[in-house]
């Protein structure tokens, strides 16, 4: 068949739908409500003539076809991309999509440089579009490897295949009580009693878990994804919980949150540019990747 632009935006939903894993959960990222996004779908499914999902109550599930289809439309827009940086590279401008996926919090800390990188580029190019994803460190990386994303920013410790990354600064997490905790205003020598019976957050976006260690009592009892989701459950005052020091300050500067013996509860890990080895060489990759490390390497 031949490819229109029409044909391109249809894909592109299609990918979305497939990313946020339904069409309802596609809302937010497309803008546009459950029905025109059902709309779209069938209408592409019609153009291609196949069935590239099943949808119902059962949930949102890719046919074969349609996980056949998902990559080729992956590998099809990023060509389409490169197109386009390529013809406005020859222009002497930096034109496309810069895409980006992004652990959270990030903005609090002022060593994050995101903010003058984005300045910087635009500088460069009128027409660079951008693409910010806030997500947890492990689609952080798969965004980076599907080419969803152009560079990633996030923590890890097990890397990729096919990854390159680059460190940026260190992040250092101590752990948390709120006013109106027992551990928040008692006597240094009730804090390991207090400590034994704590109710611990549990988390998988822990930003690494494994440098914890730290004999703690985790009764999966509150659990939270995201490090937002963490503070609800400090602030509470019920519950403990690891947090990056730059997003805590906040709360400590007020008075609400104390960091628990910080010389012992804590823990550090790198920050990471990470950069696939294959989508890093458009020369709009190339600029934002050596931004990325300037404006960092300046702040820290």
Known sequence: MQVHD????LLRIFVAIVECGGLAAAESRLSIGRSTISSHLSDLEVRLGIKLCKRGRSGFELTEPGRITYQASLELLQQCEAFASTV????????????????????????????????????????????????EAREVETSV???????GIGVSRHHLRGLDYYPLHDETNYLYCALGHPLFDCEPSAVSELLADAEVITSNY???????????NYQNSAIAYHDEGIAHLILSGKFIGYLPEHYAKHW????????IEPEVYRYTIPVVLITSKNNSASPLAQALIEEMKRCHKALT
Request: charged share 30%.
């Open 145 to 151: 490897v599907n080419g969803r994303a152009l560079v």
């Open 6 to 9: 029409v044909d391109l935006r």
């Open 252 to 259: 400590v500067d007020k008075g609400m949150f104390k960091a």
């Open 206 to 216: 822990m930003r690494d878990r494994e440098s914890r260690n730290d004999g703690l």
């Open 88 to 135: 406005a590279t020859s222009k002497n401008e930096l034109s496309g999509r810069v895409s980006l996926a992004i652990i959270d919090t990030l903005v609090s800390d002022p060593r994050c440089a995101v903010a003058h990188v984005i300045a910087e580029l635009k500088e460069c190019g009128s027409n660079i579009q951008f693409d910010i994803n806030v997500c």
